[in-house]
């Protein structure tokens, strides 16, 4: 079956970094996104990453390892408005994507 | 400048009762998603479309049914609500070709009684 795997709560202070992992299974790979979603919103784009390697956009990159079925997101310099879920999406061979369950990451002063 | 929009926001029912949420996008996007989040906040595709092809999730009810007036739009018919309808619903679209960022609508929050 296909599987993404995130981790379910992260908790961090402003100001610092995270990283925020996700590994996947899929029948085929045709990218890998990240969006945010605060809570009672839309899910909003954040990347997407097809080769191995980061990608940077500002505070926030996204790296990703096709062989090890692995990507992580980091933010830097965390804001108290970066509290949201993150989740991350893998399209498969069918180019449909395939959604983890968000990871809810919690900013603390 | 509204890219995705869904009504209602919010919708309460009866179980039993028929419902239809309505989406439209503004971004002459080909094809348009409809996905339930529920509580637990998997987002679970349900169907996708465009002018050449519906693609169901075959876990979905067939008491859920899109329904396509032209392009810009992609409505949700649900007959005969059952309690486990209870979700957030969001549209969702894309630009054409097979590999793109998809735009998310506000989300409908379905509480069926």
């Known amino acids: 079956g296909q599987n993404i795997d995130q981790p379910t709560e992260m908790t961090a202070t402003e100001g610092a970094i995270v990283q925020i992992n996700c590994t996947y299974q899929?029948?085929?790979?045709?990218?890998l996104f990240w969006y945010q979603q605060h809570a009672g919103e839309a899910p909003t784009f954040l990347s997407y990453n097809v080769l191995d390697g980061l990608e940077e956009k500002g505070r926030f990159s996204s790296f990703l390892s096709r062989s090890k079925g692995y990507s992580y997101l980091l933010l830097k310099e965390l804001q108290m408005k970066d509290s949201a879920s993150y989740l991350c999406?893998?399209?498969?061979?069918?180019?449909?994507?395939?959604w983890g369950a968000g990871t809810k990451l919690i900013i603390k002063p | 400048d509204t890219a995705v929009s869904q009504t209602p926001k919010y919708l309460v029912t009866q179980m039993g009762n028929d419902k239809s949420i309505k989406c439209e996008q503004n971004?002459?996007?080909?094809?348009m998603y409809w996905y339930k989040q529920d509580s637990k906040k998997f987002l679970k595709i349900m169907f996708s479309?465009?002018?050449?092809?519906?693609?169901i999730n075959e876990t979905v009810p067939n008491r859920f049914s899109p329904k396509s007036p032209d392009k810009a739009h992609l409505n949700l018919h649900i007959n005969s609500l059952e309690l486990g309808d209870s979700a957030v619903y969001f549209c969702?679209?894309?630009?054409?070709?097979?590999?793109?960022?998809?735009?998310f609508g506000p989300g409908t929050r379905l509480t069926v009684l």
């Open positions: 899929t029948s085929g790979f045709n990218g």
């Open positions: 969702a679209s894309s630009p054409a070709g097979e590999v793109g960022e998809q735009f």
């Open positions: 971004l002459g996007h080909d094809t």
């Open positions: 479309y465009n002018n050449k092809e519906l693609i």
């Open positions: 999406a893998v399209m498969d061979s069918n180019y449909q994507l395939i």
